[in-house]
T-cell receptor, first 112, second 115 residues
Framework: KAGVTQTPRYLIKTRGQQVTLSCSPI?????VSWYQQTPGQGLQFLFE???????NKGNFPGRFSGRQFSNSRSEMNVSTLELGDSALYLC???????????FGPGTRLTVL | AQSVTQLGSHVSVSEGALVLLRCNYS??????LFWYVQYPNQGLQLLLK??????LVKGINGFEAEFKKSETSFHLTKPSAHMSDAAEYFC?????????????FGKGTMLLVSP
């Protein structure tokens, strides 16, 4: 079974731009979570989607948003990029009724 | 609120030596606990998980962890380190709420293995 995939793997943007990251979960998994990883703050939860509905959200500004499609694929969007948004963005999927999350390789976002 | 504390941002061992990575958690409900490993420029790989079935949990690559409720600990061990074990290790607790869960991670411990 294929794992979680994320595209693109690397992205360079400038301040003020917006960016969209994509995540395809493991086949059959309906829950998708997003995390931000930075050297200073570590791994922080962004949001979680299940059946196209956001069920939980972390403590991030409204510039960070996401959505999930009917095939469980998910996207996250960051608008008006700031230098501090430079990070590794990780997507994870889990099967219904389980707590185990499986992670993708991440998208490395650099904001210049 | 739940939290995880990993003692030691860096741990150095020699190849063949015992690996011990420490994790303490705080949880108001019976926790689910996880260890993940991250190699450079990669995502997180699940090593093992505790879900209350057994206190000693065996994972991949020879790692195991023991859940000790009295000590609120979930330390990761491996009897004999290998060069390929060099990576960053994260302990995480799952905060289940209304049927869904969120992982809260520790700050991570970088394992360095010398020949």
């Amino acid at each position: 079974k294929a794992g979680v995939t994320q595209t693109p793997r690397y992205l360079i943007k400038t301040r003020g731009q917006q960016v969209t990251l994509s995540c395809s979960p493991i086949s059959g998994h309906r829950s998708v979570s997003w995390y931000q990883q930075t050297p200073g703050q570590g791994l922080q939860f962004l949001f979680e989607y299940f059946s196209e509905t956001q069920r939980n959200k972390g403590n991030f500004p409204g510039r960070f948003s996401g959505r999930q499609f009917s095939n469980s694929r998910s996207e996250m969007n960051v608008s008006t990029l700031e230098l501090g948004d430079s990070a590794l963005y990780l997507c994870a999927s889990s099967a219904s009724g389980t707590d185990t999350q499986y992670f993708g390789p991440g998208t490395r976002l650099t904001v210049l | 609120a739940q939290s995880v504390t990993q003692l030691g941002s860096h741990v150095s061992v020699s190849e063949g030596a015992l690996v011990l990575l420490r994790c303490n958690y705080s949880s108001s409900v019976p926790p689910y606990l996880f260890w993940y490993v991250q190699y450079p420029n990669q995502g997180l790989q699940l090593l093992l998980k505790y879900t209350s079935a057994a206190t000693l949990v065996k994972g991949i690559n020879g790692f195991e962890a023991e859940f000790k409720k009295s000590e609120t600990s979930f330390h990761l061990t491996k009897p004999s380190a290998h060069m390929s074990d060099a990576a960053e290790y994260f302990c995480a607790v799952s905060s289940s709420n209304s049927g869904y869960s969120t992982l809260t991670f520790g700050k991570g411990t970088m394992l360095l293995v010398s020949p």
